[in-house]
């Protein structure tokens, strides 16, 4: 199936004509020739969003006629959500069931910045005299680079889309150039629309150069990323070059946090859902599980027996609970990161190896891992490693359990389980991450702002904050007695 970029309201190939083979993760299957943009694509998909801001429609269109456009997405998204969830699972390896959320949630997604986008009216505001009057008004930031990863390909783009257009920017979205597919599915419905050309461009193509040049451009006002650390330091010294907005969504080491107090068979149940979803690759998985010692040994004993008993497989088969990991190269890393942990003095448990069932060698699965009697200061423990690996340490008292969960680079969320109020009240406080959950794990939605405290990233996606991160703010001052001041020149 061969694929085409769209940009300027037409479906364009690369202007080299360099294409990029797309695999399904779980049998190495090719499913899609994808055009391999390069510097001179991602400049002209830079000059149609320019043209479309400056000399377009789109910014200056009653903001409630932009929403209904955002929000018809949405309905449209909905109505062929079944499709696209096959695809996201064909691109990404995840189960279907796992892509049909998805799916949910991107059309919602798009219908809540879709009605949004006419209630951020301004704001008037006390001025220094009675004879003057002083309002603050919201404007789109202008033109916009988005650049999102591959574990959640289509609703990662979501996020970020979905509340530029309600702003009324423009936008070049480059989604990682590993899972194109959705993207390219969403931007066929949304030419069924009446965006203005130039309002939504499509890039394909690897990261440097074409993320790179986006990130660089004076033209754009705005660089809104999500995906690794190291990447996104990269994007905020490229974005110095004319102080554009940078927003950054990166990654995170997670602690789910055990008190003995705490519902164990919900806990333990949590400790599950909060890692396995798409085989562990997820920003928030809570890979970091800290339990207090009375419960040590029973957690352990509970999660080897479930985790042995998670169905790894297709995730279009009946019954599959788990994919495989996104590519080999990250099934590399993984690998890696279990050699490490052992060198490091983890015990592991269960998993460490992929599976031996002769129908999935030509996928890249990784069974669930488990490692026991880990400590603060191993790599396993602090640093991302993005697969169906939980690490497990043992704490004595609160005071430890926050000091081990707050030293991390990260900072996106965490989760604790406890009956003690005071306690919920101490931890909440004490816990350094955008998102923290009591009693649950791994909870984000709409209305709900998502982001990063430390290196995890800079603002805030969804939510109220997630629509102002693509405007400006204008304070527009106004006298209606202008007086002489006679300061200047008196003699
Ligand atoms: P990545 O950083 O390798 O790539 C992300 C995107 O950046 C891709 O589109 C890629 O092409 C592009 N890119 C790569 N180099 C670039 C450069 N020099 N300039 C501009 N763009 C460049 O990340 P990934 O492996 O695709 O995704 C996994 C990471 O994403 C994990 O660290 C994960 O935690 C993070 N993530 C964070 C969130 C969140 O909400 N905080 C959500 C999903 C994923």
């Given at each position: 199936m061969k694929q085409r970029m769209y940009i300027n309201g037409a479906w364009v190939e690369a202007q080299a004509k360099a294409t990029r083979a797309i695999f399904n993760p779980a049998n190495g299957a090719?499913?899609?020739?994808?055009?391999?943009?390069?510097?001179?694509?991602?400049?002209?998909?830079?000059?149609?969003?320019r043209e479309a801001f400056d000399n377009g429609p789109w910014p200056h269109l009653p903001a409630s006629q932009r929403g209904e456009l955002v929000y018809k997405l949405g309905v449209l998204i909905e109505e062929n959500a079944e499709e696209l969830a096959r695809l996201e699972s064909l691109d990404t390896g995840k189960t279907v069931e796992e892509s049909r959320w998805d799916?949910?949630?991107?059309?919602?997604?798009?219908?809540?910045y879709g009605g949004l986008a006419d209630k951020m009216g301004g704001e008037v505001i006390d001025a220094p005299t009675e004879t003057a009057t002083s309002v603050v008004v919201r404007e789109p930031v202008g033109v916009c680079g988005q650049i999102s990863p591959w574990n959640y390909p289509l609703l990662q783009a979501a996020w970020k889309m979905a509340?530029?257009?309600?702003?009324?920017?423009?936008?070049?979205?480059?989604?990682?150039?590993?899972?194109?597919?959705?993207?390219?599915?969403v931007t066929e419905l949304a030419e069924s629309l009446d965006f203005p050309p130039g309002v939504i461009n499509l890039l394909l193509g690897p990261g440097d150069p074409v993320g790179a040049e986006l990130s660089e451009s004076p033209l754009v006002d705005l660089i809104s990323f999500t995906g690794g650390i190291a990447t996104g330091k990269k994007i905020m010294c490229a974005a110095s070059g004319n102080?554009?907005?940078?927003?950054?969504?990166?990654?995170?080491?997670?602690?789910?946090?055990?008190?003995?107090?705490?519902?164990?068979?919900?806990?333990?149940?949590?400790?599950?859902?909060?890692?396995?979803?798409?085989a562990g690759q997820i920003c928030s998985a809570g890979a970091r599980v800290m339990v207090e010692r009375?419960?040590?040994?029973?957690?352990?004993?509970?999660?080897?027996?479930?985790?042995?008993?998670?169905?790894?497989?297709?995730?279009f088969a009946e019954g599959t609970e788990m994919g495989p990991l996104i590519s080999q190269a990250h099934r590399d890393k993984v690998e890696r990161y279990v050699v490490i942990a052992q060198e490091e003095g983890a015990k592991l448990v269960l998993g460490g190896k992929r599976p031996d069932d002769p129908a999935l060698q030509n996928g890249f699965f990784y069974l669930p891992t488990l490692f026991d009697q880990c400590e603060n200061d191993m790599r396993i423990v602090q640093e991302e490693v993005f697969g169906p690996v939980i690490t497990i340490e043992t704490f004595d008292t609160e005071e430890e359990a926050l000091e081990r969960a707050n030293s991390t680079i990260y900072g996106l969320s965490a989760g604790f389980w406890t009956g003690d109020q005071a306690r919920i009240k101490r931890m909440t406080r004490g816990l350094r991450f955008g998102t923290v959950w009591v009693n649950d794990f791994n909870v984000y939605f709409t209305q709900a702002p998502w982001g990063g405290y430390k290196q995890?990233?800079?603002?805030?996606?969804?939510?109220?904050?997630?629509?102002?991160e693509y405007t400006e703010q204008k304070h527009i001052y106004h006298n209606h007695q202008p007086q002489p001041l006679h300061w200047f020149g008196r003699s």
């Open positions: 090719t499913i899609a020739e994808v055009p391999e943009a390069d510097r001179e694509d991602a400049r002209l998909a830079i000059a149609a969003a799916m949910a949630d991107i059309a919602g997604i798009f219908k809540y509340p530029a257009l309600a702003a009324g920017c423009t936008l070049i979205m480059k989604p990682s150039e590993i899972t194109p597919m959705t993207a390219i599915r102080v554009k907005k940078v927003a950054l969504e990166l990654g995170g080491k997670n602690p789910n946090i055990i008190f003995a107090d705490a519902d164990f068979d919900v806990a333990l149940d949590y400790v599950l859902n909060g890692v396995f979803f798409h009375p419960l040590h040994d029973r957690l352990v004993a509970e999660l080897r027996k479930r985790m042995a008993a998670i169905k790894v497989g297709d995730g995890s990233g800079l603002g805030r996606e969804l939510g109220m904050s997630g629509l102002e």
